[in-house]
Structure formats: C-alpha cells, structure tokens
C-alpha cells in the first residue's frame, strides 16, 4: 500500500499561482504513472494532469498552457505548478499513482492509490 500525501492548497485571487506537491510514503517501482485530478462540488472528478516514469506527460484540457507538472526524483515529489488561476479552478485536488504506464489517459480507473486531497480556492 502507498500512501500519498498532497500539499500546497490555499485561497489566492484570480490571476494567482500555487504549487502543489505530492509526496508518495515510500518508493514506486518503475514503471509507473502518477498524476493529478480534482473534483468541484457537484462535479466528477476530472483529470488535470499525468506523468509516468520516463517522463511522458499528458494534460487534461483545463490544465492545458495554465499548469505544469513535474517530478523531483532526488526529493521523491510530484509538483503541480499552477498559472494564471480562475475561480473555476475552485476544487479539492488529488494526487494519484499506479504501476505500470497506463495512467497517462488521466482515467480515474487506472489509478490504484490516491492522496487526501488538498483544497484550492481561487477567489474573483
């Protein structure tokens, strides 16, 4: 069992920036896929971003030219760095993880582990 651990949530204005961070409990063989979703009130989850272990990436179309995702291996971290936020961004975010590399479609089924989430507010 993996345990992750999301940070970095927190109110800020539109047109602000955060940076999330994931940090798994212990270390994922490779091959694997990791990636963030988030779920608005009301809303299904959606995907935002993915990142597999040889550095593929993959992003969902709200997170296209605003968010980045990056993975510090040394640190054992996954980063969401978050542009030009909106209100619409509003949402509890997870970070999730899996073996193998079929996670980069950001389908919420190829996912085994997920985070507690961590809640961002973008206010107008």
């Known amino acids: 069992q993996v345990l992750l651990a999301e940070s970095g949530g927190g109110s800020v204005q539109s047109g602000g920036s955060l940076r999330l961070s994931c940090v798994p409990s212990g270390y994922i063989q490779r091959p694997y896929c990791m990636a963030w979703f988030r779920q608005a009130p009301g809303k299904e989850r959606e995907g935002i971003a993915g990142m597999d272990s040889d550095g593929a990436i993959s992003y969902g179309d709200s997170a296209k030219d605003r968010f980045t995702i990056s993975q510090d291996i040394a640190k054992n971290t996954l980063y969401l760095q978050m542009n030009s936020l909106k209100p619409e961004d509003t949402a509890m975010y997870y970070c999730?993880?899996?073996?193998?590399?079929?996670?980069?479609?950001?389908?919420?089924?190829?996912?085994?582990?997920w985070g507690r989430g961590t809640q961002v507010t973008v206010s107008s």
């Open positions: 999730a993880a899996s073996p193998g590399f079929s996670g980069l479609a950001l389908l919420e089924a190829d996912f085994r582990w």
